[in-house]
């Protein structure tokens, strides 16, 4: 089941908007699910900039190394260094302690082309 308060991208990432206006990125249940056990994931550094559906970052399973894609543009201002420590966190709870980076948004407009949980649903459904 995939949280109603986030946003969703085809990619297969999702999008929190905090309170202050930032955004927590991460990869959704079913690509975590796809990917396998996660043993590496690579982030950008914090101040680095990332653009809407551009790559960002990679994460490594015991299947494939696989991109991950930026929901959002916008600066990075935090990354999830636990994550790096422990990358079976992307599987164990994509939807929390697997968050990947935050990002203040560059651009709130982008949000409004992402999908909500209803429509992503409907697009796993497809697949």
Do not use: C
Not at 27 to 33: E, G, P, S
Not at 38 to 51: A, F, I, N, R
Not at 79 to 84: D, F, T, Y
Not at 111 to 121: A, C, K, N, R
């Amino acid at each position: 089941m995939n949280p109603k308060d986030l946003k969703y991208s085809k990619e297969h990432e999702w999008v929190r908007i905090e309170k202050d206006g930032t955004t927590t990125i991460g990869i959704t249940a079913f690509a975590a699910d796809q990917l396998g056990d996660v043993v590496y994931v690579d982030l950008p550094e914090v101040g680095s900039t990332v653009q809407q559906f551009a790559k960002f970052g990679e994460v490594e399973s015991v299947k494939a190394v696989s991109d991950i894609y930026s929901p959002v543009s916008g600066t990075v201002t935090a990354r999830n260094e636990a994550i790096v420590k422990t990358p079976e966190s992307v599987n164990s709870a994509p939807f929390e302690g697997g968050w990947l980076v935050k990002v203040k948004l560059a651009n709130k407009g982008e949000l409004d082309t992402l999908l909500t949980s209803d429509q992503y649903d409907k697009f796993l459904a497809a697949q």
